[in-house]
Structures are given as structure tokens and as C-alpha cells.
């Protein structure tokens, strides 16, 4: 069974994103979609109910391009 994720919208691609960048992309993107989130941690995040994992790092297929993903968990 596959988990469901998402990349979320990171303007700074060329630049590794920090915990709190992380934290301030994800806030923006459920903020502009009208989802209730919180987050549990450095890497971990409640969006609309769900529990997810926060991934900072290479977007595959991206040619180096950093990008923050959520992870359901």
C-alpha cells in the first residue's frame, strides 16, 4: 500500500530548507487551503486530521532543486 504525500509550494529551491522555512511553506499552503494543521515537532505535522512527516531535501526529477514534502504516516 502506498502512503499519500504532497510536495508543498518552496519558493527558495536552490537554498536547503530549514526547520523553520519547513515550517513557514507548510503554514502558508494550508492557510491558503483552508486547513486546520499543527505541528508536533521538527519534522512532523497535523494537516486536516491526518499525521505527517516532513521530508527537506532533493525533489526527485528536479535537477538539485530542494523542495519540502508531507508524508502521511
Known amino acids: 500500500m502506498f502512503k499519500k504525500a504532497f510536495w508543498v509550494p518552496y519558493d527558495?529551491?536552490?537554498t536547503y530548507p530549514t526547520?523553520?522555512?519547513?515550517?513557514?511553506?507548510?503554514s502558508k499552503?494550508?492557510?491558503?487551503?483552508?486547513?486546520?494543521y499543527s505541528f508536533n515537532g521538527d519534522d512532523e505535522v497535523a494537516i486536516n486530521g491526518k499525521l505527517y512527516e516532513i521530508y527537506r531535501g532533493y525533489e526527485s526529477g528536479?535537477?538539485?532543486n530542494y523542495g519540502i514534502k508531507c508524508r502521511e504516516k
Open 29 to 36: 499552503y494550508c492557510e491558503e487551503n483552508g486547513y486546520p
Open 62 to 64: 528536479s535537477r538539485g
Open 19 to 26: 526547520v523553520a522555512k519547513a515550517h513557514q511553506a507548510i
Open 12 to 14: 527558495e529551491s536552490d
